[in-house]
Each structure stands twice: as C-alpha cells, then as structure tokens.
C-alpha cells in the first residue's frame, strides 16, 4: 500500500508564495507609516523653529518700536486699512515680516501703535430737562393738579458724532419724599435713592401718567449714546425736576408763596445774610413773580428748617420768622392781582406760645400797605387776640369793619381760609378731618368760622395791587396761597384738595 498524507512539492511552493504576498502587504503598510510619522515630525519640527523665529523677530520688532529705533529694522513698512468701507474704518502703520517653511511663506504683521479702541460718542453739555403743561407752555414748578405734564431733555451735544449709533434713556425718580425742592438730593449721584420709572425709554415722557404716585420726589433722566460695535458712551444724568404734592395747577392760582421753596443749598443766593435769601422767597404761582422786596435789610427774617410730623409720619418743611432784631420785618410780593368779584386765601402760619407781650397792631398780612381803603388785612393785637380787617371805598368807619380771634397761640401750626369779597371776609381755622371708617376717605372741616360784611360798601370787585408778609416775634410763615374764587375757580372739591395738602404737610397727626 502507498501512503498518502503530507503536502506535495507543489502545494508547499504555493503556500509559500501566498504567505510572502501577505507578508509583503505588511511591510510596505508600515513603511508608510513610518515614513509619513518621520516626516511629519521634521515638519513639526520645522514649524516650531519657524514659530521661535517669528516670536523673536516680533519682540525685537516691538521693542525697537517702543525705543524709536525703527529705523534699523530691515523689514518692510506698510499700512494696511480695517473695517474698510464701514464708518469706524481705519488705517494702520505697522512693519511685514516673513518666514519660508516648507515651501510655505508665512508673513506676520506688527503694527507700529496699537489699533484704536472702538470710538464712542461723549456727552459733553448738561443735559437739561424741562417741564411743559398740555398747551406747550413751560412749568417752572410742576405739581400733581397737572393733569398733563410733558418732560422734554435738551439738545444732546456729543463729539465723535460720526460714531453715535443710538441712544438709550432711562428714567428715574427718587425714592425718598419730600416738600423741599432744594434740600438733601444730589445732582450727580444714581444709587439707592433713585429708583426706574417703568415703561418710560423714550427721549421724551410724552404725559407723565399717576402723576400723584410721583409728588414729592425729584425726577431726571439717564443718557447713554451708544456707538460703534454696541459699545456705550459715558452716561449723563440731567439735572433734577420736582414734582410738588401741591394738588392745583393753573391760573386759577393767583399766587402761591411756599417758604419750603427758598434755596438753602445755593451759596451764591445765601451770600453772607438771610436777606438775600429772604427776597427769593419765589411766587409759584401761575404768575411766577421771582423777586420780593424786604422792608429793613438790615434786619431782615429768619429762615429755618423744621421737622414737623409724628415717628411714622415725619418730614421737613421751610419757615420764616422773625430775627428778634426788630419788629419791623415785612416782605412785600408787588405782584398786582386784577380785580375779582372773590378770591380765596390759604394761611400756614405757626404762633408759638409766649410770656411776654408782643408789639400791638404789628401787621401779619396786608394785601395793599400804605392804604386804608379797599383792602384786607389781619394785625396781631396781643398774645390773646389775631385781629381780621376789611376796608371799603371810604376810610370812614361805615365802610371798614373787624373781628378778633382769641387764643390763637397754640404753639402748632394752624391753617387759616379766607374767602375775600367786596363787602364781606369770612375766616375759618382749626382744621380738623374725619375719616370714614368703610372707604377711608378723609373729609376736612373747620372748628371756627367768622365772618363780618360792609354793608356801605358798592365795589363789585376786589383786588391786590401789593400784599405784604409782616414777622413780628412768636410766629412763623409756612405758606401763603391765593385762589381765583370766582365762579367755577375753586370749588368744594378744590378746597378739600387744598385742605389735604395744608393739614398732611403741616398738621398731619
């Protein structure tokens, strides 16, 4: 028999063939590999050595630049232009360097200054707010009884305009309330005491709506121009605007003389006396008389702050009363009233309590001193006695008439109401108010009420060419305010307003 296992010469040569295919397939793949790895690595290699090269050649380019030593570089000087074609383009000076790698350039530019930053446009005038009514009219003293209120800013003056893309307005109030206009507020300050008027990032506030929420605070609006790239230009506050708790507004007030008004912050209007104070003692009324005149400047009154209020209701106010130099201090308001058939007057005065006796007949108001005819006036008599005249056509006794208040010195503020006609003044004091206990509504009413008639007199309208303020010792102005009380002028609701304002500012207990 023949055996017939194992490989034949021929299948043994077959076999080896295929194995050294396979085998040649291996060594050429990682040849390849290696090969590729190495030269990778030397251009690496290269790279880095390039990169060392530019990073050397870049720092002694700076530094021969920030020494003025350009003139020994040996690379080409070129400009090249950014954001071409757009408002913020610009050209920049610098210096070309080059490095073959590879077969590769690689150029590097090193500017000689550094590129500008992004311009933006500065606000470089105040910006100043004012205050218009619903007719286009300036208001000077805004208060809640506008029923509309325009706040317009100035003309924003900027540099770089070229630059000036868009600008933001924000505005803001303060938080803190007040009836002193010029007192404990700064101009230039944004922190916790002001807060965002919501709603308002217009240039303009078109109608400032809820004016009431706003009474008693400062408000003033935040520029911002913005300029290229989104980037924003400093921000600029405007000056403030106060907003009165004053409940009326228009020429039904004839005139408003608030103490709380004077300036005491203003070194230019204090100087070195309280005359040059006194006498901005500013009418703003609808007619906005801005100068008094004081009889006696060498004695002139005296101006103070007070607190008035409880713990939970507490708030400074402005007074005058007399420097005890002398009696004869008055401060004459020669705004001329034409003549009306009634006008109505609102006192805040504040009588302390003394032990001595005061100068008899001393003049409290006057509304035409220096005439005994056509006029009303109120003197103090005593401590006990706050006498009231009215003076007809004639200075014969028929045509003048008076009555006295007794025991006005209560050592608090008191709010007095006149109502003023030819032939008739009726005065009513001690201001009291009811709240009803369902809605809360507050209803104000007086203790006492006089009044006394002329029955000679047959003027049929009565009118203030002069009025005078007298401060004898013991008292103290707060405000005097003087109301058209002809027809539809100042009506119930009116007086009711102003009772409110009087009693929550004065009296509020």
Known sequence: MKNTKGLTLLEVVVSLFIVSLIAMGFYTMFSTVFINTYKTSELTEKIFAAQEDVEEKIAVTKGKIKTGETDDLIYPSTTIKLFAGQI???????????????????STFVSKSRPDPFRVPTIIEDITITGYDGAGRVVTYPNIGHTTLEVVPSVMVLDYTSYHIDTKYEWYHSVEKSYIPFHGFSDDIIDDDLKVIPYYTGKTITN?????DYGGTFIKQLTTPVGEKGHFGPSKFSNNIFISRFPIAGNSVLIHMDASYLDMTNTDVMLSTQYNLLKRWTDIGSNNISYQDIENTNSAPYVMIETVGNEEHEHQI??????GNSNNQNVDNWNSISTRSKIIVYFALKFEELEGDVTANSTLFDSYPGRSTNKFAVTIVDNNQLRFNLHGQSSISSYQSN?????????????????????????????????????????FNFDQSQ?????????????????????VEGHRWGEIIIFDGTGSNHTDNHTQKVLEYLFDKYIID
């Open 403 to 443: 009555f006295t208040l007794n025991d006005y010195r209560t050592g608090g503020w008191e709010i007095y109401r006149l109502e003023v006609e030819p032939n008739r003044l009726a005065v009513t004091n001690g201001l009291n108010v009811e709240v009803n206990e369902v809605t809360g509504q507050r209803t």
């Open 208 to 212: 400032l709506g809820n004016i009431a």
């Open 318 to 323: 402005i007074s005058i009363e007399n420097s």
């Open 451 to 471: 009044s006394i008639t002329i029955s000679s007199n047959n003027r049929n309208n009565i009118s203030i060419q002069r009025l005078r303020a007298g401060f």
């Open 88 to 106: 913020y383009e610009r050209d920049v000076e610098g210096f070309v360097m080059e490095n073959d790698i590879n077969n590769f350039t690689l």
